[in-house]
Every structure is written in C-alpha cells, then in structure tokens.
C-alpha cells in the first residue's frame, strides 16, 4: 500500500489552498481555450505554457494537469455544438454528438460527456498512480539499448502506424529529426547545423515549433481554404440533465470507453483519437440500439469521449515513469516539464516524489473540478464558440506571439535601431511549414515528437555504442529490445499489408493529427 | 509549388516533386554541414556526426519515395488555396517582427491583429488596427505587469503605464 500512502501524500499537497487556485485556473483556461474551435489539446497547452513560466515548479505543474485535462473537455464541447471535421481526438464525438445537438439533445450529449470524462479521468488516473510505481521499477532496470528501441516504437507508432500513409508520417517524423539535430551536441560540445546563429546554438524550442505548426500554420489553412465548411453553433436547447434512460445507456459505455482508453494510451501506441475511433466501433456493435447510430446514439457519444479522456490520462505512464511523450501535447508538456531542469523518467519518480505524486493527486482535483465546473458554465463556453472566425484567429495569433516572446524575447537581430526577434522569425517560418504540410495531407504530431524525442534518442543510442564499444549488437542483445523491435515491426507492417489490400481507409480515419 | 494540380490521368504531380527535390535539399545540407566537422580522433566512431549521417539517409530514401510516390500521382486530393489571406497573415507576422522593437508589442501586435482580420475578410484597416492595438495592450498588461514576463515595450506602453512616453 506504499502507492497509496504516497497517493495520499500527494493529494494533501494538491488540496492545499494555493495549489487548489492554480487547478482552477489551470482548468478554466484549458477549457476556454480548448473550446475555441481550431484548437486542439496540443496547441492549449503550447499556449498556456507562458502562463506558468513565472510560477515554482510545483504550482506550474498542477496548473499544467488542470489545463491539460481542461483542454480535452473544452474540445469534446466544440466538436458537440460545432460540427468541426479536423479536430480528430473528438471527431468521433461529432459524429453523434452534433447530431444529438441538431435534435435539441445537446444538453444530455455534453453532460454524457462531461459525466464520461469524469469516469474515465478518476479510473484512468487511479490506474496511473497504481501502475506507474511498477512500470518504474521495471525502467530501471533498462539499459541505453532498451531505451533506444523503446524510442524507435515510437518513432514508428506515432508516424508510420496510423494515418493514411506511412510515406508521409515518416517524412514529417524526418523533418522532426533533422530541426532536432541543430543546435551544440550534448556529448562533445560541437555545434551542429548552427550555420553561426547564436540563437541556434539551443537548438529549436519545441513550444516555439509546436506553437507555429499548430496556431499559425492552422491559422493559414483555414483563412487560404475556400472550401472550409461554414460551421455554424447548434444552440442547447432543453435541459442539460440526462433521463434515466440516458444514464442506463451511458454508464456501461463509459466503462468500456475507460478500458479501451486507458491501455492505448499506456502504450506507446498512438494518441487519444486511436481509442476514441475504437470505442465508436465497440459501441456500435454492443449498442442494443445500433440503428440509432449515425442518427444520434448517447452511446456513441458516451463511449468515445470516456476512452479520449482515459487515453490523455495513459499518455502521463510512459511519460512521467519513461520520459517519452508519444503524442505532440505529452512532448509539449515534456518541454514544460524541461523549462524547470525536471526530466521525466524513473529518476524522477525516484529523486522527486513528492512533486510528481502532487501532479498526480491534482489530475484527480481537475477532473472534480472539471465535472462541477462545466455544465453549469456551458453557456458561457457557448459563448465563446459565438466568436467570429476573424476576431478568433486574430486572437490566437496574438497569443501564439506573445507566448514565444515570452519564452525568448531576446531582440538579437537587426538593422539599425529595428532589433528583430529570431524566435518570432522561427515561429514565421514553421508557420509556413505548418501550412504546406497541411496542405499536402503530412500529419503535425511527428514533427513535434521528432523534435524532442530525437536527441533523446540519440543520447542513448551514442551510451549503447560507447558501452559496447561500437559493436552494434548491443542493440540488440536485451530481450526487452528485442521484443520492442519486433512490436516496431508488427506496427508499421499491418498497417501497411492493409493499405495495401485497400483497406488504408479505417487508417487513414485514424490519423494522429491534432495531438 | 502553387500548382493546385488537377489531375485527369496519371500526370506526375508537379507539387510533390517540388516537395521531393527539398528533402533531398534537406538531406544534402545536413551531409555538407556534417561533413565539414572537425573532429577529435578518438570519437570517431560513435561521435556527433553519426546520428545527422542516418538522418540525412533517410531523408534522401523519403525524397525517393515521394518521387515514386509523385509520379504514380498518390498524393491525396487537394483543397484549392486561396493565397490573398496567407500574405495578409504573412505580412501581418512579418510587420510585427519589424515593429516590435520601434513601436512596442501593443502597435505591432495591432498590426497583426488587424492584418489577420483582414485576411478572414474583416476590415477596414483603419478600423481594426486601433482595436488589436487596444486588444494587444490589454494582453500585454495582464502578462506584463501581472504575470511579469518581459515583453518589448514602446512609448505607448510607457506613457499608459508610467504617465510619460521615455
């Protein structure tokens, strides 16, 4: 029962009053912005990052948690009331949820949601607290070798194995690797593709990267786009509170969302819009009411948002006990956790406990928080989804800005008494970048994941072979490696026999886009 | 790579080529840059020229597969692009940068503010720019001022904070 006490422990720390301040405005401002459409989860907390910058570590990453978990409900609450294609994490929601909303069932769809969340955020949270202490004991025992191939299934998990190509999820995933190579090797001190630019000798901020490919290269596809849908608000009509019927045929849902959602986002195996697709088609088929679906199913709504939620939940074990963010919002809070000298992983666990206990007793604060919060203040997120697309985007732009100035508002550039920001330069370009690799249908989450994983994979790669004393065999002399090597195998040879086969569509619906 | 292609038959997609020839430009940079390198003898073997090599490695296999991919036309179909609304954001970013460190961050972000609009089909410019440069004050004084991160401030920031524009 040492979890336990340590549980306990942490949630004194979370429930003392200031800690309590910072997750309520963690989760106030990951739900206002999260519902904003257009954003994702991963762009919230890109952008609520400079908001934390300024507090101690441990109130940081409890804001962090409230914004985190803020940022996924804002999003179901969008995809519900705006029927926006493109946010995938919650598209499944759309597809029954919008429809209920066009029936004047809105309020029983976001509170099936919110409700859901709830179940899923507390089960999938305890399973986090209760399984993290062992996957860390495991992880010590790992070498640089099964580090490195642990960092290889990802690689492959979150570019190759989903989404409608593998050609292009490894392209971004390259692209990823080569910004992540700039900057002064960590080993030796030798700069590498600094091209002499003092700003590049850091190599590229993950935020600023982050930041640029999804505000601003977001930002460009829809104002360029014509054919962009006229999305339009379903207002809630009717009560908010959900019939007895409704509760019969959610809670089950909500169960089996949790299962599903909890382990896919456990494993390094793709992010929340893998187990939300999945739940969809699980409900499908244990619905006693399948004709319903397409039509407005409470289950279909149930399920998939219970499984987002357990899902953003699992992300946290093979972040916080292994340092690897698998999908782009667990690289940007990778990056959050850096800006204080914190690296995740089991040393973490070891030599920090108290704070990451705190952080874990807070996503159990934010998701009580979130549940009483939100469907009393939904009128004011609807609200919000009211903002004209003008303003909207002038808005984030604003923010995208104003957040990469804050992290290096250095004025290192320049002509005359014009000093030129490089880090607002770089967010220009990325923005471009972000735009064309929508524009030719690349995902966005290797890029990021590429960035801050890559020298990390490096590192242990370059252990392994100083260990072994470059004998590449090493690499794969762990059973552990070896096992992980063959699950990257299976991961980017299904999918591609599917494709092959034609059945590339269900994959291409899988797509790890927005987070 | 402004050609929005449309393609009747199996026409080498011109933009997908572009796309190929800049990871391979990509790939060549990284091999030169490594290349030229000076190391110390006794790291050669796993030192920090090792990674960029395989990264640039595969860059060039990926540049192959798109070309093969380009040329069996297997690029997903794509929307038609308007590109007015992406200078006006471009030039929005771009008048910022230059701005900031002159004006402060509250006319610059107006700047942005209102070219944004613009480029979603709000204006006039007239208009706008004094309510983004109002918007931006209000942000840059609740960061700022309350949360005490250190963005770029000019007369109009001085003189609303402090009461004079030096």
Known sequence: METFDLLAQGLLSALQVHNLIYALIGVTLGTAVGVLPGIGPALTVALLLPVTYKLDPGGSLIMFAGI?????????????LLNTPGESASIVTALEGNKMARQGRGGPALATAAIGSFVAGLLATLGLAFIAPFVVKFALSFGPWD????????????SAAFGDSALRGLTALFIGLGLGLIGIDLQTGQTRLAFNVMDLLDGIEVTTLAVALFAIGETLKTASDRDQANTEVTAVKGSVWMTLEDWKRSWASWLRGTFIGFPIGAMPAGGADVASFL???TEKTFSKKPEEFGNGAIEGVAGPEAANNASAAGTLVPLLTLGLPTTATAAIMLAGFQQFGLQPGPLLFANNAPLVWALIASLLVANFMLLVLNLPLIGLWVRLLTIPKHWLYAGILTFATLGTLGANGAMSMGFGPVRISFELVLLLAFGILGYLLRRFGYPIAPVVVGLILGPMAEQQLRRALAISQGDIGVLFSSPISIVLYVAAIIAVGVPMILRLRGQGGVLGQLATDED | MTTGSSKPERRPDGAALVIAAILAGLAAIIFWQTSQMRLPPIQQRVGPTVFPYVIASGLVLLAIGTVVSAMRGSFPERS???????????????????????????I????????????FGRGPLWQTIPIGTVFAFAVWFIFAKGLQLSLP???????????TPF
Do not use: C, H, N
């Open chain 2, 108 to 119: 610059g972000t107006g700047v942005l503010f209102a070219f944004t609009a613009k480029a």
């Open chain 2, 80 to 106: 038609k692009d308007d590109y007015k609304p992406i200078f006006w954001i471009v030039g929005g970013l771009i008048g910022q940068i230059l701005l900031l460190s002159t004006a402060g961050f509250s």
């Open chain 1, 68 to 80: 985190y978990y803020g940022g996924m409900y804002g999003g179901s609450t969008t995809s519900i």
């Open chain 1, 147 to 158: 580090y490195f191939a642990l960092m290889v299934l990802a690689f492959v998990t979150v």
């Open chain 1, 279 to 281: 739940s969809y088609s």
């Open chain 2, 153 to 163: 401030a000019g007369a109009l920031e001085r003189l609303l904070t402090t009461g």
